[in-house]
């Protein structure tokens, strides 16, 4: 990939090419309050994108006492300055530092790690500059918006060697592995089928009106489109991102991102992934079916749970499910009493915490891979991406998840990427 700047291309890999693989060390008068922690356990994190779901993820993060953000970035000023709020009023100092442009935040050699939470145009990309300038990332989903870019992703991730988690957090969260784990487990016998919710539509192409540009302090314009194509300054574009397809991923990569993940874990499938993609017959996704080599079938509903995100897995001797803000129903009603033996004997047996959080940290310092690594997500996201190019076509696909590719199928191959606008391009 070539790296876009402002900032001389040459300055900027020289600057950052040294990077240490492990966290650099923070004086520990920056800290404040939140407990006695070496300075070599301290992690040095930036954060790109802080709105409503960033805030929330940086709170998350500090309430980790080996974590401290020195850096945001984002290209609206106002949220900057309420992310610059945040911290400097955790730590008691007015030392963090913003950035209007990533490439300048991403220049820095004393940053270990990132997180990113900008809108859905811009996680691959600015997660893969990111992981070139040497920086772990934890970056919310979804990982990108087409099979390509989640594909350069996860490969540059193991080129590199950084240590990259995707915010598909129920993947460490209590109730969720629970479940995943009786289908893992055998406690529902042979699995045959997965339920996975997800959210209905697709958004449409919308060219609107020019509108006045705010000066580039107050929105840096071009920064905000990034690879997207140029649209002229339309206010709606930033208030609404869901309306417009350029934006927005789409419905099945809002929840499905999470919720094909967690069917992924269940199945055994979380390197591979499904190989054919049946049609609904509709305009909505309710009823994709994606079926697995292994006979098991996942199907997508945007009904049917008694919270956000559920899934459900069933076997031929039992089922489970889970949604967000609900108890799990199992069948039989027994295996809820083998909930906590479980939990700690998967804690026990993998070393992982159950949050998605801590689990990224910990992997920053032990450079172990995370419980929802690139190569993880970049599969779970192809479910996400195959499944919206199945509904652009209105007919069945065949996918080779091994080759990323659709046998025999160029006007579905032809899909699979799109291109970025200079210079933002992968």
């Not at 790296?3 to 090419?17: E, N, V």
């Not at 400097?88 to 990113?116: E, F, H, P």
């Not at 929840?255 to 499904?274: I, K, R, S, V």
Request: net charge negative.
């Amino acid at each position: 990939m070539s790296i876009p700047s402002k900032i001389d291309r040459r300055s900027f890999l020289r600057r950052t090419a040294g990077v240490a693989a492990l966290p650099i060390l923070i004086p520990a008068s920056s800290r404040r309050a939140q407990g006695a922690v070496a300075a070599n356990e301290r992690i040095a994190m930036g954060a790109i994108g802080i709105g409503g779901r960033g805030s929330y993820d940086l709170q998350w993060f500090m309430q980790n006492p080996d974590v401290q953000f020195v850096a945001m970035c984002d290209a609206r000023r106002d949220r900057r300055d309420a992310a610059k709020s945040l911290i400097d009023n955790a730590y008691g100092n007015s030392d963090c530092a913003t950035y209007r442009d990533l490439r300048d935040m991403l220049a820095r050699d004393d940053i270990d790690a990132v997180l990113i939470a900008t809108s859905d145009r811009w996680h691959s990309l600015a997660s893969i500059m990111a992981m070139r300038a040497g920086k772990d990332v934890f970056c919310e989903k979804p990982l990108g918006m087409n099979v390509r870019e989640t594909q350069v992703l996860a490969e540059v991730a193991k080129q590199t060697k950084r240590v990259f988690q995707v915010c598909t957090q129920r993947r460490s969260e209590p109730n969720f592995v629970y479940i995943v784990e009786l289908a893992r487990k055998g406690y529902l016998g042979k699995l045959h089928t997965l339920t996975a919710h997800i959210v209905h539509g697709f958004a449409p192409h919308v060219w609107l009106p020019a509108e006045p540009e705010p000066p580039k302090d107050e929105l840096d314009w071009e920064l905000f489109l990034g690879p997207v194509p140029y649209h002229p300054y339309n206010r709606d574009y930033v208030d609404r991102r869901h309306a417009h397809a350029d934006f927005w991923a789409g419905g099945l990569h809002e929840w499905g991102a999470h919720t094909f993940d967690l069917c992924q874990f269940a199945n055994d499938t979380a390197l591979t992934g499904p190989t054919r993609f049946v049609f609904p017959n509709n305009d909505t996704s309710e009823g994709l079916v994606a079926q697995y080599e292994n006979g098991v079938n996942l199907t997508m509903t945007a009904g049917g749970f008694p919270g956000t995100c559920g899934v459900r897995f069933e076997g031929d001797e039992g089922t489970a499910m889970c949604a967000d803000g609900v108890m799990p129903e199992v069948s039989p009603v027994s295996l809820l009493g083998e909930r906590e033996t479980i939990l700690r004997n998967y804690v026990e047996h993998t070393g992982r915490s159950l949050d998605h959080a801590r689990d990224f940290l910990d992997c920053v310092k032990s450079r172990r891979d995370p419980i929802a690594s690139a190569e993880i997500a970049r599969r779970a996201h192809d479910i996400c991406h195959v499944g919206a190019i199945c509904m652009s076509l209105k007919r069945d696909v065949t996918w080779d998840p091994e080759t990323s590719s659709f046998p025999n199928d160029e006007e579905a191959n032809r899909m699979r990427s799109r291109a970025n606008r200079a210079p933002w391009v992968l």
